[in-house]
Nanobody
Framework: VQLQASGGGLVQAGGSLRLSCAASRRAFSRYTMAWFRQAPGKEREFVAAISWSGESTYYADSVNGRFTISRDNANNTVSLQMNRLNYEDTAVYFC???????????????WGQGTQVTVSS
């Protein structure tokens, strides 16, 4: 599975961005999908995950209530709607595919290349 993330950019604090991740093959619907992020000088951290069916979603405490993960299995895409962004959300965001929902990055087998999100204060 190849993953291509897009949608990053520069936004002012309080603003919104929508990230998208396109997957390369039909088996996409069998995978849990997740977003992780890595800020400069910090380790990669879990942001959100969604089950293969889309029925279950999981969020890091830091983004819960502000971010929404969704997926479209017919079009092999997963999205992350990010609202009320703040400076601490600045990071490179990665999409990932795995066999089960988890906050641990070693549970995910396939990774996209990352898209930069910069929030100006």
């Amino acid at each position: 599975v190849q993953l291509q993330a897009s949608g990053g950019g520069l936004v002012q604090a309080g603003g919104s961005l929508r990230l998208s991740c396109a997957a390369s093959r039909r088996a996409f619907s069998r995978y849990t999908m997740a977003w992780f992020r890595q800020a400069p000088g910090k380790e990669r951290e879990f942001v959100a995950a969604i089950s293969w069916s889309g029925e279950s979603t999981y969020y890091a405490d830091s983004v819960n209530g502000r971010f929404t993960i969704s997926r479209d299995n017919a079009n092999n895409t997963v999205s992350l709607q990010m609202n009320r962004l703040n400076y601490e959300d600045t990071a490179v965001y990665f999409c990932a595919a795995g066999r089960r929902s988890s906050a641990y990055d070693d549970e995910y087998v396939y990774w996209g290349q990352g898209t930069q999100v910069t929030v100006s204060s």
